[in-house]
């Protein structure tokens, strides 16, 4: 009896400082650090052509934004992750259904609050996902409004407050720079943290070629996209240059929207030190960013580049011609502004 008793004491006393809650072990916090991650990267984007590189717990993928989870875990505060995006409208009638955000948002915000949720019910601080709305940042080049990137921005926060995202919120230049003229803020971001032309090209060029750095790769296939967006933008009816020229604009403007990115990648690391990069653009393994779907199932289109098509199956991201093509109706939202379209029979 007397040995029993002494054995249990002696228990209790050893076990004690192991069971405190506010301090997990290491291993656990990796652990859950590693578990968050999963969650995020199970919606991660890689490119087609890139292998895949084994499961959600890559540990090559994870390596450089793992330890940034490790910190915010450890001192049991919510993760923060950066996501440049939603910067508004293509101004290209022919794709959207205005300049204000619309369904198509609405489910892509609603897909990241999902993530949060869920993340939530297991780490309970949860994540916090800032969107870098980076309109302002090169509205200029691509042909968009001032004012409607301004009418974008507002209309975004009214989304995320009227939908109850509270762990999303926004960021943007006019955040940063606040009351200055937008062609200042532009000068400024650029003259702090903008690259040279010339060293831009030489990294896309290499990411053509075999043996391509991840970084090199990355910045080929954004050339590449952001061309076809110029280009699909600046073809439309009436407009009198040839093909060719318009393709030859199209390639000078991406080389300047891709600096202008890159320019604010740099400054949201700087504002953001403790927080996860990640992209809507497909990512490779180990990349420095981690490329994530804006809605649940894989699709090339972005909200902002086209309509939300309601199918038998759950909604789809097309252009809004492809939509107008395939006879879909036009859904009015509440308010009265033109909200999706629907292929549903009722
Ligand atoms: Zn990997």
Redesign the pocket.
């Known amino acids: 009896m007397q040995n029993t008793e002494s054995s249990f004491e002696l228990i209790t006393v050893q076990s004690s400082p192991v069971v405190n809650f506010y301090s997990p072990s290491t291993d656990s916090v990796k652990e859950m650090a590693i578990r968050i991650l999963a969650e995020v990267m199970k919606f991660r984007r890689t490119p087609k052509s890139h292998q895949p ?2 499961d959600e717990k ?5 390596s450089y934004h793992l330890p940034k989870i490790i910190e915010a875990v450890e001192k049991n505060e919510p993760v923060t992750f950066v996501l440049p995006a939603f910067p508004g409208k293509s101004p290209n009638p022919r794709k959207v259904l205005g300049a204000l955000p619309d369904h198509a948002e609405r489910l892509s915000l609603a897909f990241l609050g999902n993530l949060c949720e869920r993340i939530k019910e297991y780490y309970l601080p949860g994540i916090k996902i800032i969107i870098c709305s980076d309109g302002r940042v090169f509205s200029d080049v691509v042909g968009m409004k001032e004012s409607d990137v301004t009418a974008y921005q507002i209309e975004l926060d009214n989304m995320i407050e009227e939908m109850s995202l509270n762990d999303i919120s926004t960021f943007n230049l006019d955040d940063y720079y606040g009351g200055i003229d937008f062609v200042e803020m532009r000068d400024h971001l650029m003259d702090i943290y903008g690259k040279s032309v010339d060293s831009l090209k030489e990294k896309v060029k290499k990411g053509a070629k075999p043996g391509a750095t991840p970084e090199e790769l990355e910045a080929n296939r954004m050339y590449c996209g952001i061309t076809r967006f110029l280009f699909e933008d600046a073809v439309h009816p009436g407009q009198t240059k040839s093909r060719a020229a318009v393709q030859r604009e199209a390639r000078a403007k991406s080389y300047e929207v891709i600096r202008r990115s890159n320019a604010w990648t740099e400054l949201i690391a700087e504002y953001f030190p403790q927080a996860v990069r990640l992209s809507i653009h497909p990512q490779v ?2 990349s420095k960013k981690l490329g994530i779907r804006l809605i649940a199932n894989e699709s090339w289109m972005t909200p902002w580049h086209g309509v939300a098509v309601e199918t038998d199956e759950g909604f789809v991201l097309m252009k809004r011609f492809q939509a107008e093509d395939l006879g879909a109706k036009l859904v009015y939202s509440s308010n009265g502004r033109p909200s999706h379209f629907t292929l549903v029979k009722d």
């Open positions: 590189c084994g890559c540990s090559h993928c994870s393994c180990g």
